[in-house]
């Protein structure tokens, strides 16, 4: 079993920069894949980044070159800096963790992000 905490996030205006963490406990997160996901009201939930446990990353378009994605084995946190952030990135966003075949997941609890002047 993982567990996962999400912090850092709130409300910041247009342009802004946030930076979100998770950490995991219950388990090292080394193996795992890790990733943000995001749900805006009335919204699915999408994929924002993710990370695998080689550290290939993949972004969904809407965030390429604002978000960085990043993890830290050591203490078993992954980060999601985002810059340049919009009124659209307005959301929960939420950690999750995967691993095995067939895959097992972990979801955080979620955190507000708003973006709002």
């Known amino acids: 079993q993982v567990q996962l905490v999400e912090s850092g996030g709130g409300l910041v205006q247009p342009g802004g920069s946030l930076r979100l963490s998770c950490v995991a406990s219950?388990?090292?997160?080394?193996?795992?894949?890790m990733g943000w996901y995001r749900q805006a009201p009335g919204k699915l939930r999408e994929t924002v980044a993710f990370?695998?446990?080689?550290?290939?990353?993949q972004y969904a378009d809407s965030v390429k070159g604002r978000f960085t994605i990043s993890r830290d084995n050591a203490k078993n946190t992954v980060y999601l800096q985002m810059d340049s952030l919009k009124p659209e990135d307005t959301a929960v966003y939420y950690c999750?963790?995967?691993?095995?075949?067939?895959?097992?997941?972990?979801w955080g609890q979620g955190i507000q992000v708003t973006v709002s002047s």
């Open positions: 999750r963790a995967t691993i095995g075949i067939p895959r097992q997941e972990y």
């Open positions: 219950g388990s090292e997160i080394s193996q795992y894949g």
């Open positions: 990370i695998t446990s080689y550290a290939d990353i």
